[in-house]
């Protein structure tokens, strides 16, 4: 039976989400209070580029099953479920995250909770947070203990939301094992069509559910710079870390995913999330449990000094006047996302070395010039590679891993490539009689 549900904010997780509970059936009203965004929603468009999104919103907006509004009285009136959204940014200057968008939701929403009603947590937040919102609401809702509130972890991989929004791995529900109430209830009302899949659904507590998702991206993120780290050993001794990572991929207790050596994780997830679980463990008095994350972070973000060094390297010492074709924004393929991109961060420390930089993104170009309007941005591959004396490869796009490095040699002033995220066929680039620079592998 269709429920209906309101989606606080509608930026990547949350419009992704409003046009998900739309898709499996559900009557949807996504909030948010940007009027331009909102607009823009209400004409079937998305605001960010999501492969196979705006099929699915403009679909349902048509069908009049998802719907958009900045009055959250509209949608306190209208839904029975209710999720947030919302962004959790690092504060700046801090490593913590900045809870006030959060806040926000449930400020506005708890003194409009005239019946009862169930809100549910998507955001990314501290641990703990979930049950301070819970007393929070519990107090400024007209309902009072009727207004419930649990936490529902997101898990989305940008580039596959829609798929990870309908075809989850797990679902994670956190509630207070004190004031359970109807929270697990709506939550399988709501995900029902999963649920008849087998999905697994997980019953936690509120922190351990707000610590599953913190700590899948500390995991992921550590994996990352781990082999990142590998490949500096591998570059000062003579080793190769793909073959290295094929090797030990084998082993089932490691496996070979996110054991790609490259510029290293961005975006607006792992980054900022790492930094807020140790600022966490820090209020807490643990911050020595997560002291790891530190050095994580810093592999991380060393890697794209090194690109920056081996690309003054590899055209003779000096940037200055040096035309380098910068081939990716994005943070990763099939996004428009440029926070915290190591690809756009290479470009940029390049252009401030006094490179002439041309950048190329298949989807990013708009959302990376508005960062850093000072770099040129081309047109295509061609455009951004004619008469370069250098090619870095930043972004893993697929029209860029199957370039055709002979009629490539052709545009550039000079056949020397940076494989930034290992993600070309060296061998053909090294026989077509380019000097290949892959991360962590044997240069030809």
Partial sequence: MPERISVFGTGYLGATHAAGMAEL??????????????????????????????????????????RFTTDPQEAADFADVHFIGVGTPQKKGENAADMRYVDAVIETLGPLLTRPAVIL???TVPVGTAARLADRLRDIAP???????????????EGFAVQDTLFPDRLVIGVDPQRPGRIEEAARRVYAAMLERDTPFIVTDLATSELVKVSANAF????ISFINAIAEVCEASGGDVIALADAIGHDERIGRKFLGAGLGFGGGCLPKDIRAFMARAGELGVDQALTFLREVDNVNMRRREH?????????????????????????????????DSPALDVAGSLHLRGADVRVYDPEAMRNAAAIWPT?????????????????????????FKTMDPVVLAAAVGSTRIIDGRNCLPSQEWIDAGWDYYGMGRHSG
């Fill in 307 to 339: 690109a920056v060094e081996l690309a003054t390297r590899v055209v003779g010492g000096s940037l200055s006047g040096i035309h380098v074709a910068v081939l990716g924004a994005a943070f990763k393929p099939q996004s428009d996302d440029v926070r």
């Fill in 220 to 223: 992921l993120a550590t994996k």
């Fill in 121 to 123: 947590g998507k955001s």
């Fill in 375 to 399: 770099l040129t941005f081309a047109d295509s591959i061609d455009d951004a590679c004619r008469g370069a004396d250098l090619v870095i490869v930043a972004t893993e796009w697929g029209e």
């Fill in 25 to 66: 059936g559900h009557e949807v009203i996504g909030v948010d209070i940007d009027p331009a965004k909102i607009d823009l929603l209400r004409r079937g468009e998305v605001p960010f580029f999501e492969p196979g999104l705006s099929d699915v919103l403009r679909r349902h907006v048509e069908s009049g099953r998802l």
């Fill in 143 to 157: 309902v009072g203990d009727d207004a419930q509130l649990g936490w529902n972890p997101e898990f989305l991989r």
